[in-house]
């Protein structure tokens, strides 16, 4: 058995026992434990971390802790550039794709509406999560630590937020995701492509005032869903306007 010395920061304390939060502390170690495995025997999921010191020095998840060492443990950096220190694991996907776990409906559909590629299902299992985030290079949003801790799911997020509205804005700041929305571009239900159709092609199928009023329609090919700008766009409108705005 060997002891080493760790020191959380800022959100990550969230995790902890309240006892070890915002404060040094010893913990016994196993003589093969890796820096994840004690990292996440504490409480913290490994895709919280962004960087890890260990005696002023970063290291990856599979150091090997030795006797005395002193661990620093950190998450995002919001206004550090911290480009230059060794991060944990690969650099950002290139490709911004979520997988949301089934506490995420509605968050799952606001991400949709801002135009991120989000696939959501209530009857995922963690399994599956877990198999779908490693083929497609996906981010795992989830409310449940232990499925952030497995080891294959390289990229996620853990969400406070209890309300879809407050998650949206708790995923916009943690991931910057301002500058990349593409409102209106999927399909809500389906997480498919939006394309414009031609209002004659339709005109059967929409509501007698909704053709006196609207010109400009949008629909799917999964689900043949049509969308226009009514009273419910204006209102998702504001939403995103208000979300996407820098803090």
Known sequence: MVTATFRFYE?????????????????????????????????VPHTEVEIVLINGVSVDFDRMLNDGDRVAVYPKFEAFDVSELLRVRDRPLRTLRFIADAHLGGLARLLRLAGFDTLYENNYQDDEIESIAARQHRIVLSRDREL?????????????????????????DRLDLSRSARPFSLCLKCNAPLRP?????????IPPRTRAIYEDFSTCDVCEGIFWQGSHWQHMCALLNETMQPR
Not at 11 to 35: H, I, S
Not at 151 to 161: E, F, K, L, N, Q
Not at 197 to 205: E, G, L, Y
Request: aromatic share 6%.
């Open 11 to 43: 959100e990550l304390n969230d995790f902890l026992a309240p006892g070890r939060r915002r404060r040094a502390f010893d913990a016994p170690c196993a003589r093969a434990a890796t820096v994840k495995h004690m990292i996440e025997a504490l409480g």
């Open 148 to 172: 952030l801790k497995r080891r294959t799911i390289t990229h996620g997020c853990y969400v406070r937020a209890l309300k879809s509205e407050q998650q949206l804005r708790e995923v916009v």
């Open 197 to 205: 159709i031609d209002k004659a092609a339709i005109w059967h199928r």
